[in-house]
């Protein structure tokens, strides 16, 4: 195993660049949320890497050893409270462990899981993505001295929400049980959270609330799909 923390510890933190040495792995399944932790990355001084499943986390991490990983809660092949769990258990540890979610409701299980921290999604500004991370590092890996506090916000690549939304139109073309909707609704929830689009994200919380009351899913599913293909069909998308 490849142990990155180790390789990086001679890149020091600074007060600009506070997360310099850092190798963070996300495990997450939307591109466009994955965009804005690599925009937050660039500008805090770390690498990041990118799973964007758990069969595909858990292959990399045979091979590497990141300093910190985030893992999205709802992934296409389980709940990250599985892998969250399995490495708040492991010799070595990672250093920080933080499950993310744009379901509130995933913070306690988040925790339950052995998680050190929790991201409630969108995650796009700068100086929380920073707190979340450093608050829980040892302190030889803290910058030192006084640190301005980042309130940035950073903007996703749209051409990243595109894809989303492609990934999203493969699913709703084929065969939908009641488990792919539940990942839908938690994965659009998310990805529209993020992009701002109310619209989106109240279809898919409808979609959601008629499966939780057992009603039918025909019309939810059918009004979800068409929004998913005007954004396809938009040239800027958002």
Known sequence: MIDDEALDQFRRPTATRPLLGLTILAVEDSRYACDALRLMCLHSGARLRRADCLKSARRHLQVYRPSVVIIDMGLPDGSGA???SELASATPRVSVILGTSGDAFAEDITFAAGADGFLAKPITNLGVFQNAILQHLPEDRQ?????PVRNDQVHPDPITF????????????????ERMIDYVTLFLQGVARTAEDTIL????ADLANARSDGAPLL??????SGLVQARLQDAVAI
């Open 162 to 177: 595109r894809e989303d939304m492609a990934h999203v139109a493969e699913i709703l073309g084929g065969p939908v049980d």
């Open 82 to 84: 599985e892998l969250i």
């Open 201 to 204: 994200e109240d279809a898919a």
């Open 143 to 147: 910058p030192s001295g006084l640190r």
């Open 219 to 224: 019309g939810p599913v059918s009004k979800l």
